[in-house]
């Protein structure tokens, strides 16, 4: 008997990863034949729901372009909320994101002609969403989504694809060249740039962070994060020439801190102290915490 279960079990396996292996494959109609086998033989088996979902996706495989923002918005849903799942039911783990990546891919270029739509609202995030370019991002393509970014008009003044565009610049250029972007992001949404930055996985830029959370003084709210460029210049001042790339944006203080204090390190270092001293009142009228961080690193005793 216990031959016999072994050799049930031996057989199960088999077949279960014959599914396995096609789907690794991407082979639709072998993947549902080898479906079709082990649902024959092991009915019961509890991964065949979430094989059956992938093997009707590979089967789907639709280029048509979506009508509207509404058939794109659906199509997503589906992925996120079925196909997903059901690749990490059955897949190693090392392989759910290259598996997903064609899937998301094929969405992006379907959704190719969708013009991007601000929404203001509960629901502008996921009206938001609704474009190719973070569907290009789950893809893994970087340069697809940094151009999908560049079609939208006045990208940069918009939190969603410039929180996208922050992140294309991120994988492909790396942090160096994320830096202006990253700063533009921190002023206008400091929430999207707090959310974006585990994603990013940077070390160096979440040591940064660990460190901005325990050292700046601020209010300890989320809004703080747009005094994150400026508190850099103070603790990173060789970034001054990446961070003067960032667009200064007059109408934010955090913003206007920032080019002041790239302004200041210039003064210091053609030695121009006259200028200082009206500089730093400005800094310091700006913030006073950021200031009095500033002059500490300064050794200056002031009152």
């Known amino acids: 008997m216990q031959q016999l279960d072994i050799f049930a079990d031996s057989h199960h396996e088999v077949l279960r990863n014959g599914v396995l292996d096609q789907l690794q494959r991407r ?9 079709e086998e082990l649902a024959a033989d092991y009915p019961d088996d509890d991964a065949l729901p979430a094989m059956a979902v992938l093997v009707r996706e590979l089967e789907g495989g639709s280029t048509t372009p979506f009508a509207d923002h509404a058939a794109l918005a659906v199509a ?8 997903v799942p059901a690749v990490r039911r059955v897949l190693p783990a090392q392989t759910v994101c290259a598996w997903l990546a064609p899937c998301w891919s094929s969405l992006a270029q379907r959704a190719a002609a969708l013009a991007f739509r601000n929404e203001a609202g509960n629901h502008a995030d996921s009206h938001a969403g609704n474009h190719a370019a973070p569907l290009w991002l789950l893809a893994g393509e970087w340069a697809a989504a940094s151009d999908a970014v560049d079609a939208i008009e006045s990208w940069w003044r918009i939190p969603a694809p410039l929180a996208w565009m922050t992140e294309a610049r991120y994988r492909t250029g790396g942090l160096d060249a ?4 990253l ?5 206008l949404a400091p929430g999207r740039f707090a959310a974006l930055l585990p994603g990013l996985g940077d070390a160096s830029l979440d040591a940064l962070r660990r460190r901005f ?20 210049l103070v603790v990173k001042p060789a970034l001054s020439g990446r ?21 200041i390190l210039r003064r210091e270092h053609e030695g121009d102290q006259h200028q ?3 500089l730093r009142q400005e800094l310091s009228r700006l913030h006073a915490g950021l200031f009095d961080a500033y002059m500490a690193t300064r050794k200056v005793r002031h009152l």
């Open 213 to 232: 959370d325990a050292d700046f003084p601020g209010s300890g709210e989320v809004d703080d994060y747009a005094w994150f460029p400026a508190w850099l």
């Open 76 to 83: 997503r849903r589906h992925l996120d909320d079925e196909v």
């Open 243 to 263: 961070l003067r790339e960032a667009r200064v944006q007059r109408d934010q203080a955090a913003s206007r801190a920032c080019a002041l204090l790239g302004e």
């Open 178 to 181: 994320a830096w202006p972007v």
């Open 183 to 187: 700063a533009e992001l921190a002023w």
């Open 276 to 278: 200082l001293v009206s």
């Open 27 to 35: 082979d639709a109609d072998a993947a549902r034949a080898a479906l």
